[in-house]
């Protein structure tokens, strides 16, 4: 039975894009439904909206006036993935109209949880990677893909990108970081905030320490320290389990959440949100995924667990305890639907393909909110 009642609705925009996209949105779509039946709380209602690189190539626009007025209305947006390998702008870059959205409204803070599931293949055969619980924070309005559209060649020998580091954009994200780690603390052993930079090299990113001290300065009951992002490369594989929140610019983010996926095992495991301070963007970290779009392969997983983070996130706007348990359910039933041994997704050497995992999933979840408080 649900938890509550409540009469509000929540407005969902829901942007499936290309490849897997629509395969795993479907599947989370289905997924929401049957938390709402299961725990209560507000109604979402889901409205598709055109954008990727299959309607630019049916447009001309990958992402429409209409779309992005109508995203920036809603309450949240649910992203599948977007681009395509042969749909590319005229200087051959990809159509990725989620960059477009982060800057549009603000969604400075990528969110990227990496968290080891029972269940799953281990990739590191240390006992303690089953510890792994980390969020990797990624600044995402400046940075390096600050140059994205203003990189310049000067002739046929040469090319130039700049990074764009600023007090404000370090400012807010490293905040960010800090009241997540504040938020996590109650359940965890320890909590730290590391600031991911390469201060020993760039001006930029010794600016990008600075600010990131003066924020730590003001949250002295949340420990802090600094990693030069090359050692960091080489510690999330030697002692992922001793990380809790890093903060880092936009570049280094894109490349070590990948890289925290694959400790987890691969990208159909790996969430995040898009968050600025009036928005978010919830999407999996995987891309389109040609190689197995159209085939049912997909794992959804990691599109359910950006689902939960969407409710968390809404459960915190807007009051509703009743979208925290959705959010916790979820979480619990893909545990549930791996660690039954009956369901292995291809990506993890398993057959099940999207269809049988969301069947698992969702027959897990009764189970999964009777353990939920
Ligand atoms: P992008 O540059 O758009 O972020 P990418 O280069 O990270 O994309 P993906 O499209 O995410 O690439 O795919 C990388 C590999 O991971 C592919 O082999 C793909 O099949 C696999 N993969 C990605 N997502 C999933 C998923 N949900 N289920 C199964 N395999 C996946």
Redesign the pocket.
Known sequence: MPTNSTTQTLEIAVLPGD??GPE?MGAAIELLHAVHVECGGPALHFTHYDAGAQFFARSGVALPDSTLESCGLSDAMLFG?M?WPDIVNPDGTEIMPQLELRMAFSLYAGVRPIRWFPGLPAVLTDERARGIDFVLIREQTEGLFYARGRGRMVDDNEAYDTMQITRAGTARVSEFAFRLAERRKARRAFSLVTCVDKANVFTSMAFFRKVFDGVAAQHPGIPANHSLVDAMAMNMLKKPWDLDVMVMENMYGDILS?MGAGLIG???MAPSGDIGDAHGLFQ?V???????AGQG????C?MFLSAAMMLDWLADRHGEAALEVGARAIEKAVEIALTGGEVV???YGGSSGTAALTTAVISALPAARRGVQ
């Open positions: 490849g897997i795993v993935a681009g990948d691969g990208l159909g999996p995987h891309g389109t995924a040609p190689d197995i392969k997909a794992n959804p990691a997704p291809m990506d």
